[in-house]
Structures are given as C-alpha cells and as structure tokens.
C-alpha cells in the first residue's frame, strides 16, 4: 500500500529523508504479513539503494542477511543493525554544523515572521538544540537584530522568558 520511498544512490543529503520514507511506508503497511519480518525489511530497503556507489555495500549487507536463519534470526534487532549501518555509512555527518552556521546567518526579514519562524525550528532540529534553552531564545533574537522596533514591541511588560512565549 502506498507508493515506494524513492531509490537511494548515495547522496548523503537524501539520506536522512530516504530513512523517513522508508520508515513510513514500512508504518503504512503495518500489519501486513509480509512487511513484519525484520529480515525482509531490510531485504526492501536494499532493493532501493542502488547505483554504483552503493552497490558494494548492499551485496555485503545481502551476503549477511543470507547467513541468518529466517525464524530463528528474524528479531527486530536485525532492523535496528541495518538502520545503524545505513546511518554510519550514508548519513551526513555534517548537517548538525551546517545547521548551526545557517542559524548564525538567518535574519528575519519583514513581514515574513513565519517564514523566519517556521526556518528557525527546522534548524533548530537539525542543529540538535533544545528549544527551551537559553542559547536557543539568543539565536532567535539575534535574527531580529535589524528589526529593533519589533524586538521593542516584544519586550513590552510582561516581558516573555520562554522561546514559546516569544514567538506568540
């Protein structure tokens, strides 16, 4: 059911967004018999990494599915080993900082506040911060530092302390 995530070939920018899909449509399809064993779920997902870039790395992941029994090895651990090894190899080991540099430049430009918004959270997840922090509420200040007379509005008593409070 549903429409199969696209292929993967290596590009470690659609790495992260090939495991989401993937993971997706294995949720979709819960419940059908085929989709619940571990084994063949990693068997799926190694029918759409392809390409020669990849194609090395799948025949060893084959080569070790192969050697495992399919009831007695079929346990959710043989997923959770594929999906490591798919992340140890593919993904990119650069987002978070990349995520934090583009943080550091992103200004809000007027009237685009949901914009500026909705690119600060998805940063924010990408660069690994907790919202609630402090250094988080200065991130999202310092992109208003062109705009002071919002930040004055902002700042009106009850002055908000919470990123939540903030943004509303």
């Given at each position: 059911m549903g429409l199969l995530p696209r292929i993967f070939d290596r590009d470690r920018t659609t790495a992260e967004a090939f495991l989401t899909e993937f993971l997706r449509y294995l949720m979709l399809n819960q419940g059908v018999t085929r989709f619940e064993s571990p084994i063949q779920q990693v068997a799926l997902a190694l029918t759409l990494i392809k390409g020669e870039k990849v194609?090395?790395?799948v025949h060893n992941m084959i080569d070790s599915l192969r050697r495992l029994h399919p009831v007695h090895h079929n346990i959710p651990q043989v997923w959770d080993e594929f999906e490591q090894a798919f992340k140890d190899k593919f993904m990119d080991s650069t987002c978070e900082q990349r995520a934090r540099n583009q943080l550091e430049q992103l200004k809000f430009k007027y009237p685009d506040i949901n914009k500026y918004i909705a690119n600060?959270?998805?940063?924010?997840?990408?660069?690994g911060y907790n919202l609630?922090?402090?250094?988080v509420i200065n991130l999202f200040l310092k992109g208003f530092s062109k705009s002071?007379?919002?930040l004055?509005?902002?700042?009106?008593?009850?002055?908000?302390t919470t990123?939540?409070?903030m943004k509303r």
């Open positions: 194609d090395l790395w600060f959270e998805d940063l924010i997840i990408h660069a609630a922090s402090k250094e002071r007379n919002l004055d509005k902002v700042f009106t008593p009850p002055v908000p990123y939540g409070a």
